[in-house]
């Protein structure tokens, strides 16, 4: 069994009695291993740590984290996440997670049945871990996350997203950067398939602080492998 190695135990027992109620919601992988399941590692962004999971931004509101995690485990997937430590390295927590994930391929999870969801900066996270993994079926989703100065970092230390990945970012966000350029050049590799949504309108910038619609829906039709019903 894999056990997490960077977050104190403590925070682990607290973080699991906070959502006893949802019987899908994981914060290593689950003691017994279904092969027919779909399993989803959740990446917050960096706001979030483990001494405040609902941290506020001017702009954006307060991350409810919480539920986030809980909307997504309600939709048939075991969802794998817990609050980082405050300041913890990026590199540590991608080697433990592609550890895990490599783990359920093994136990005989196929890897389209895996998916990757980074949110902000923990799109960045999500990048690192494609980059250990380099395998074309797992399902990939990054919310607003290629600013330019990430796409520069990434390109220059031969970072590369992998496997089915959809982008979804805010047309309106200064900080923000379509993925397609960066997606395009990954595509030579190890990504099969990929999709972008800009989402504008009614839709926040900072829309994945929230477990709203515009962003979830998406995320679980991909994540689910159900990609033709993705639309940009």
Not at 34 to 48: L, P, S
Request: charged share 20%; proline share 5%.
């Amino acid at each position: 069994m894999i056990r997490s190695r960077i977050l104190v135990p403590a925070l682990v027992v607290l973080f699991s009695a906070q959502l006893s109620h949802a019987q899908n919601i994981f914060t290593t992988l689950p003691d017994s291993i279904d092969t027919a399941r779909h399993y989803m590692f959740y990446i917050h962004d960096n706001v979030v740590h483990a001494g405040d999971v609902r941290p506020s931004h001017p702009e954006f509101g307060t991350y409810e984290y919480e539920e986030i995690v809980n909307r997504l485990s309600t939709e048939g997937f075991s969802v794998i996440s817990y609050p980082r430590e405050k300041g913890a390295h990026p590199y540590l927590y991608a080697q433990e997670t592609a550890e895990q994930i490599r783990h359920l391929i093994a136990e005989g999870v196929p890897a389209a049945h895996i998916s990757i969801v980074g949110a902000g900066s923990g799109g960045t996270i999500a990048i690192l871990l494609c980059t250990i993994l380099k395998n074309k079926d797992l399902n990939v989703v990054v919310l607003s996350t290629c600013t330019e100065r990430y796409v520069a970092f990434w390109t220059q230390n031969d970072e590369t997203l992998c496997g089915n990945v959809l982008s979804i970012y805010h047309a309106d966000d200064k900080a923000g950067a379509p993925c397609r350029p960066f997606l395009e050049a990954c595509s030579k590799s190890v990504v099969s398939q990929y999709r972008e949504i800009s989402l504008g309108g009614d839709s926040p910038i900072g829309f994945y602080y929230k477990d709203a619609l515009d962003w979830v829906m998406p995320t679980i039709l991909w994540s689910s492998g159900k990609y033709d019903l993705v639309r940009e």
